[in-house]
């Protein structure tokens, strides 16, 4: 059975760091590609960053680029999401997706979800 599981959240200042993992069960977490959204009050999710299966490559969203930085622990089948210089616009519900199949930032992609976690950025 595939299970994918945030941890990390956490309320942090501005300017701060926070480092999300992503610890997958089910599957060889290199086979997959692994997706990063966010989804914040009142809107929409929104895809953050992705490794792609295999050589994984990677995709970053505007907001985030050069502030994020996800890798992979295939010993570990984790996914891990760096954050620094977090600002308040980041705070939101992180989640972390998985499937075998696709490429790209967009949710509705992805079959696999995690339930969750919850980051706080304060002002």
């Known amino acids: 059975e595939v299970q994918l599981v945030e941890s990390g959240g956490a309320l942090v200042q501005g300017g701060g760091s926070l480092t999300l993992s992503c610890t997958t069960s089910?599957?060889?977490?290199?086979?997959?590609?692994i997706g990063w959204f966010r989804q914040a009050p009142g809107k929409e999710r929104e895809g953050v960053s992705c490794?792609?299966?295999?050589?994984?490559?990677?995709i970053y969203a505007n907001s985030v680029k050069g502030r994020f930085t996800i890798y992979r622990d295939s010993v570990k089948d984790t996914v891990y999401l760096l954050m620094n210089n977090l600002k308040p616009e980041d705070t939101a519900v992180y989640y972390c997706a998985a499937d075998p199949g696709i490429w790209g930032l967009r949710a509705d992609m992805y079959y696999y979800w995690g339930q969750g976690t919850q980051v706080t950025v304060s002002s």
């Open positions: 089910g599957f060889p977490v290199d086979e997959y590609t």
């Open positions: 490794i792609s299966s295999g050589k994984g490559r990677t």
